[in-house]
């Protein structure tokens, strides 16, 4: 009882035998476990759980500027057998006022830049650029460079490789007679198969400050997602590339608003050289026309074939 005494005096309680000691001391003692408890579980969900909430892959916040970062190379979705798509990420592209691709072969010795273009983005952190008619069988390699507003140097991204295998194109003898036509004067594509007119409807082509190419194409690749990063950062769905930089593609899509722009503008001149259509059509042709299909791009009107009459009838 001596000790019981001495501890009760310490704890402020009154020595009423040995029982309530005891019960005192442990309601006391399991107390503070259970403080030291809770307060060790907040300690842990602290360390553990992430500081912030507020950074996600599209509209985060800045950690590394206007510097490029995380280049990656791979093929589009499909292709010709030459193209390299190139995807890259920045965490502050309102700070980025251009970008250059530089390219080697063979060991990755003797880089040269081969794309610089100027750049335009609002909002989110993707970057892309694809490298077209490059040799099957070859590695690539590449690294990107940003400039800022100033046009000071903004930061060099790591170096990535990557080799075109060699492989057939989707292209086939089937769609031998599979060919697109589109005209700048009607702002109007039309679907043709052997000479026959499968489907046409509304589009709009560059503005004349920026026309889209005129001549004979060819589809290059196909790839479902491009993010335009020299006008605002908007994405194109439904994307076949023709020409550099340029291709058929939806009406452009706002990810921050989440709304399209652009569809009462079908049937006149819009873009930015790229040949822009209703999101179903532009779908549609997407999946009907392969790697390799021809495109010819005329300034006129274009008068489809007649089908040819059936042979009369003999009585």
């Known amino acids: 009882m001596f000790y019981g005494k001495v501890l009760c005096d310490r704890l402020s309680i009154k020595p009423q035998g040995a029982k309530p000691f005891v019960k005192v001391w442990k309601r006391r003692f399991l107390t503070r476990i259970a403080l030291a408890f809770v307060l060790l579980t907040l ?26 970062y995380n280049l990656r190379a791979g093929e589009p979705d499909s292709s010709d057998g030459t193209c390299i798509l190139l995807r890259w990420n920045v965490d502050s592209p309102q700070n980025v006022k251009q970008y250059r691709i530089y390219r080697a072969t063979g060991h990755g010795d003797g880089f040269s830049c081969i794309y610089a273009s100027p750049v335009n983005m609002r909002y ?53 007679g599979k060919r697109i036509v589109i005209s700048i004067a009607e702002q109007r594509i039309y679907f043709l198969e052997n ?26 690749y196909h790839q479902y997602l491009l993010v335009s990063v020299r006008y605002g950062g908007v994405y194109c769905y439904w994307w076949m590339g023709f020409a550099p930089d340029i291709g058929m593609h939806a009406i452009p899509y706002n990810p921050k608003t989440k709304t399209w722009s652009g569809a009462s503008m079908l049937g006149k001149k819009a873009s930015h050289g790229c040949v822009r259509q209703a999101v179903a059509d532009a ?18 009107a274009f008068m489809p074939p007649q089908p040819v009459p059936e042979p009369p009838r003999i009585k």
């Not at 499968?198 to 004979?216: A, E, K, N």
């Open 283 to 300: 779908e549609w042709a997407y999946k009907w026309a392969p790697d390799g299909t021809r495109i010819d791009v005329i300034p006129q």
């Open 43 to 68: 300690f842990f969900i602290h360390i553990i759980s992430p500081q912030s909430n507020d950074v996600d892959l599209a509209f985060g916040a800045s950690s590394r500027g206007g510097s490029p």
């Open 124 to 176: 989110g952190n993707l970057m892309n650029f694809v490298d077209t008619n490059l040799k099957p069988g070859v590695r690539y390699f590449y690294f990107v460079e940003h400039f800022d507003t100033e046009g000071a140097f903004a930061g060099r991204s790591n170096t990535v490789s990557f080799k075109v295998n060699l492989r057939k194109s989707r292209k086939s003898s089937s769609y031998a």
């Open 195 to 220: 000479d026959v007119l499968v489907r046409s409807h509304l589009c709009s082509t560059g503005v004349d400050s920026h026309p889209t190419p005129l001549g004979v194409f060819k589809v290059l």
